[in-house]
């Protein structure tokens, strides 16, 4: 049985419907990504998650209970925010304990647990200092502390990790994942970027414009995708007509793709012949572009084509992706 039960969840602001109908089961102790473009509405279902904004229709319930209705106070959840969101006149055991005094814990434990979680999350010795002194990743590290204090039934993170540097980001990253498999929370990591939902999700919810369009494994999201939008968002840079049926698209990754010089190499899946326009150097590779038929396409090869070179695209059979469109 699920723990977090999202059903049928719509909702809008005035008479701008932003989630139509939302449905999600998500597992103890997983962490599920939800991905997606600017605007598609996932900050909006972390807040209804949260209880900040009302719910038009539909149910969320916590291992059976129904918290529709609840008050963020009633409710067990916390946020972690792309901002971080603390408080920068205390010090970090103060921001860290902050849920606890809220919560009229006494302070011998409120001290206790804040040790504790200086410690998960690689801070002991902070605990005094002001918030301001430190670096981003140890701010939304501190922030991610006061969120897991007071044990959360879900943790949700809105984007975490899109303030930060691309080193630190890459670094934060690993740590909230080994922290998750370690201590096992359940939780919800809003991101538009997905190499990092491949990485810390267990399973991946793909949202456009107030829709779920897949969710699966970041391998099956990643290697087959359900639809030419989950395609597109996944890095399928690729697409063009099916020379025998016109309402079919192909969709193929530019680092899917094998470039050969002429005579056109014995192989199954895709072959195309084309003429190189131009190439950049991406520093493992080249990415050229080559006009085949009508199509302009992207290929990547270690090797350096000049433009005009005649060549030919070669995809294997499981790097394509075929879907039916409506014409
Ligand atoms: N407070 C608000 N009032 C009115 N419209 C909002 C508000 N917050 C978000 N929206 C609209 O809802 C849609 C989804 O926004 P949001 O959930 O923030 O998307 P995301 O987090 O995926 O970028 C957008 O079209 C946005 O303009
Ligand atoms: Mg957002």
Redo the contacts with the bound molecule.
Sequence with gaps: MSYLQIEKLKIG??E?I?LHGIDLAVAKGEMIALL?P????????LNALCGFIDVRSGNVAIDGRDITRLTPEQRNITMVFQSYALWPHFTVAQNIGYGLKVRRWKKDAIQQRVQELLKIVNLEGYADKKVTALSGGQRQRVALARALAIEPDVLVLDEPLSNLDAKVRLNVRHEIKALQKRLGFTSLI?THDQQEALVMADRIAV?NHGRIEQIGTPEDIYHRPATPFVADFMGADNCITHPDAPNKTIWFRSSDVTLHGLPQPEASGLLLQGVVLESAFLGHQYRHSVRCDGHILLADSPQFRPANAPVVLHVPEPALHVFETAL
């Design positions: 602001y005035g701008n932003v997606g600017s605007g598609c509405g996932k900050t909006t279902l809003v949202l």
